[in-house]
């Protein structure tokens, strides 16, 4: 049971680090992430803190099941 639980939480970190970096290049591209002069706007700071906390919890993740498969 351990192990299935510690490869659910692999899977679950590899499929976030996948994902939600490429959802960040969209993001970045699209024309409501930055105002007339340049600067990001909050549409793109709110999605970026989102997409750090997806990425954080992905890494606790990752720890997680590596400790799980260490520790038996």
Do not use: C, E, K, Q
Not at 55 to 70: D, N, R, T
């Amino acid at each position: 049971m351990n192990t299935l639980l510690a490869v659910l939480l692999l899977v679950n970190a590899v499929f976030n680090v996948v994902v939600w970096p490429a959802f960040l290049r969209r993001i970045a591209a699209d024309p409501r992430a930055r105002d007339a002069d340049g600067r990001r706007t909050r549409f793109y700071t709110v999605h970026l803190v989102l997409i750090t906390a997806a990425l954080l919890i992905a890494a606790v993740s990752a720890a997680a099941a590596i400790a799980a498969f260490v520790i038996g």
